[in-house]
């Protein structure tokens, strides 16, 4: 178990050998209901649980194979939490009420401060894989977070666009896209007073919106309390809307991005969620294939305005 860097991606791979064997769970089993090993059976909304088979640990053992100049290795340390949203097993996150998801973004909020604290975390990743179709095998809703002992890559991008242009107008690039969408309406899904949800100019999903904080905050923890309800509802209403659309279950993966946490000014960074769904119509699945894959080139065969219509049409309650 260890880190490997890639040298010419220039990237960390989370190498953990024995992840890939991690038994079955017996069917009707669910580790994460009350009564459960770990889970009290009552006095909780929303609980954090630490990642029964964790890629990164606060007490790493050294790397198996010792690396060199050209194949550096580091130890896995970081931390792997699972995030239960509800009590209720049948349920998702678009079912819960405003208050409970706002239990949600309060524990979100709890976690990236504590492992953020962390000395050796750099990145607190939040997120959330819902449905088969992604592989999650517990159906009990859930999020998750990784902290990094790095910046991950995807990060170090959005970070060095947005310094730049920062550097070059004075402005932080996502304010200036945000108040384009709204300017332009035409791929706005829904807002209200301190949210917003759009399908961007470029987006590279058919259904994968954005939801930017309309006050320019680079975490979590910069939000007032209003804010925070507000963020909770508005992931509500992009949640029905997502249930909504083809009257089914909705996949999706959901992403928090946020500074950071190596305790250097990020004064150009703006808080935002990604959705990437899989789907782009009905029973229709979008592959990121040889294109999207192989060249990083995105392939989106639909007006993203279209596809936003559909999102803003479609019933968020
Ligand atoms: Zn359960
Ligand atoms: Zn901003
Ligand atoms: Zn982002």
């Known amino acids: 178990m260890e880190l490997r860097w890639d040298p010419i991606m220039g990237q960390w791979v989370i190498v953990s ?44 053992s050294p ?14 340390k970081g931390v792997c939490e699972v995030l ?3 009590p209720r097993h049948d349920a998702s996150l678009a079912d819960l009420t405003v208050e409970n998801i706002r239990a949600v973004v309060d524990l979100w909020t709890q976690r990236f401060e504590e492992l953020g604290s962390r000395e050796y975390v750099k990145y607190v990743f939040i997120f959330e894989n819902k449905g088969r179709i992604i592989g999650v095998t517990l159906d009990h809703p859930h999020g998750q977070l990784y902290a990094f002992p790095f910046i991950p890559s995807v990060i170090q991008k959005e970070l060095a666009s947005s310094r730049k242009y920062w550097k070059r107008t004075g402005n932080c690039l996502f304010c200036t896209i945000m108040e384009k969408e709204l300017r332009e ?14 399908l961007p100019f470029f987006a590279h999903w058919p259904y994968g919106v954005h939801v930017y904080p309309k006050r320019h905050v680079a975490a ?7 804010e925070k309800t507000a963020f909770a509802s508005i992931l509500k209403t992009v949640l029905r809307k997502f249930e909504n659309l083809f009257n089914a279950s909705f996949p999706y993966m959901m992403v928090l991005h946020q500074r950071p946490t190596d305790g250097k000014p990020y004064p150009h960074y703006h808080f935002h969620v990604e959705f990437y769904p899989p789907y782009r119509e009905k029973d229709k699945i979008k592959y990121f294939a040889s294109v999207e894959s192989g ?9 993203p305005e279209m596809k936003a219509e559909e999102l803003r049409n479609a019933p968020a309650t």
Not at 67 to 74: A, E, F, Q, T
Not at 188 to 196: G, M, Q, T
Not at 220 to 226: F, G, H, I, N, S
């Open 295 to 303: 060249a990083g080139a995105i392939t989106f065969d639909y007006a």
């Open 84 to 86: 239960i949203y509800t």
């Open 17 to 60: 050998g024995k992840r890939g064997k991690r038994p079955l769970l017996p069917e009707g089993y669910c580790p994460f209901c009350p009564g459960s090993k770990e889970v009290p059976e009552k006095g909780w909304m929303v609980l954090n649980l630490p990642n029964a088979f964790p890629a990164l640990r606060s007490d790493p």
């Open 185 to 198: 309406a035409v791929r706005i899904v829904c807002e209200n007073d301190d949210f917003v949800c759009f």
């Open 63 to 76: 790397p198996d194979i010792e690396g060199d100049r050209l194949y550096r290795s580091l130890p896995s």
């Open 220 to 226: 979590l923890t910069d939000l007032t309390d209003k």
